[in-house]
């Protein structure tokens, strides 16, 4: 069984920065995809970056794309999401997904394992 467990949410003003961190335990990860989502209040959850945990590639949605950052720390098995230059629109829970996959997958349904959510808010 996968445990992912999330930190590093909080608020931030228009403009700042967090980081987000997940660590994640209970079997080996060189064949899993490690994923961020967001759901903002009324509305669906949706991707936001991921990283294939064997050969680092990652993948971004567009609304977060050069503002944001995902990493693995193989070694502490934690995927991070540094978040820079935030909006009022990145409001939301941010939650950290895993599944066993050989490529990087969008869909949520794809995820096999979940964390608890940790609550990111930006004020204006």
């Known amino acids: 069984q996968v445990q992912l467990v999330e930190s590093g949410g909080g608020l931030v003003q228009a403009g700042g920065s967090l980081r987000l961190s997940c660590a994640a335990s209970g079997r080996p990860f060189s064949s899993y995809v490690m994923a961020w989502f967001r759901q903002a209040p009324g509305k669906e959850r949706e991707f936001v970056a991921a990283?294939?945990?064997?050969?680092?590639?990652?993948y971004y949605a567009d609304s977060v794309k050069g503002r944001f950052t995902i990493s693995r720390d193989m070694a502490k098995s934690t995927v991070f999401l540094q978040m820079n230059s935030l909006k009022p629109e990145d409001t939301a829970v941010y939650y950290c997904?895993?599944?066993?996959?050989?490529?990087?997958?969008?869909?949520?349904?794809?995820?096999?394992?979940w964390g608890q959510g940790t609550q990111v808010t930006v004020s204006s």
């Open positions: 997904a895993a599944t066993r996959a050989l490529h990087i997958l969008l869909g949520q349904q794809a995820y096999r394992y």
């Open positions: 990283v294939n945990w064997n050969n680092g590639n990652t």
